[in-house]
């Protein structure tokens, strides 16, 4: 299976711990976004990756949240400090830059804060 | 004003019939336009684009724009049971960013 892949699938962690979660994109895209959805809402734009270049990131997103893409292969976000307001899936995405913006979504990674 | 805008539902309808979906945005220089479906659990799945005024059509799903009224929407015909789902709006806006809407809940009634 060539898709898009997020490990973990589940995280549950203690309000204050940092979490690390990882995306692996389909080989040949170079665009990778991270988004963030909870229950009855549409995914929320996070930011996004061009290669290795973080290219925007939203303005909504506080400093306790990292992205990291080296190499412009898989990428990594991290949240430091975590709250309960964190819990969410947190969806990554890759694209080819074709100009047309054609997401491909993985499984995503569940985050509950307790 | 929200980006992108979605009447949340649910929307019933029988089975057999055309489901109609729609969603507005916001910025006049949005330049393709998308829709996912999201079952339950689940994580979006892309099922139309279109970049042109006009229709759209494949399958049982034709997607419409009207950039002058900056409106897309969605049918599905012959609906089935098995196409209950969240549908997400999505729209780029010119920069790669590609936001959503809240998503609209359609229920297949068998």
């Known amino acids: 299976d060539t898709g898009v892949s997020q490990d973990p699938r589940h995280k549950i962690t203690k309000r204050g711990q940092n979490v690390t979660f990882r995306c692996d994109p389909i080989s040949e895209h170079n665009r990778l976004y991270w988004y963030r959805q909870t229950l009855g809402q549409g995914p929320e734009f996070l930011t996004y990756f061009q290669n290795e270049a973080q290219l925007e990131k939203s303005r909504l997103l506080s400093d306790r949240f990292s992205a990291e893409r080296p190499k412009g292969s898989f990428s990594t976000l991290e949240i430091q400090r975590t709250e309960q307001g964190d819990s969410a899936m947190y969806l990554c995405a890759s694209s080819l830059d074709t100009g047309n913006e054609k997401l491909f979504f993985g499984s995503g990674t569940q985050l509950s804060v307790l | 004003q929200k980006e992108v805008e979605q009447n949340s539902g649910p929307l019933s309808v029988p089975e057999g019939a055309i489901a109609s979906l729609n969603c507005t945005y916001s910025?006049?220089?949005?330049?393709?336009f998308f829709w996912y479906r999201q079952y339950s659990g689940k994580s979006p799945e892309l099922i139309m684009f279109i970049y042109s005024n006009g229709d759209k059509e494949d399958g049982r799903f034709t997607a419409q724009l009207n950039k002058a009224s900056q409106y897309v929407s969605l049918l599905i015909r012959d609906s089935q049971p098995s196409d209950s789902a969240t549908y997400l709006c999505?729209?780029?806006?010119?920069?790669?960013?590609?936001?959503f809407g809240t998503g609209t809940k359609l229920q297949v009634i068998p």
């Open positions: 999505a729209v780029n806006q010119g920069y790669q960013k590609v936001t």
């Open positions: 910025d006049r220089g949005s330049q393709s």
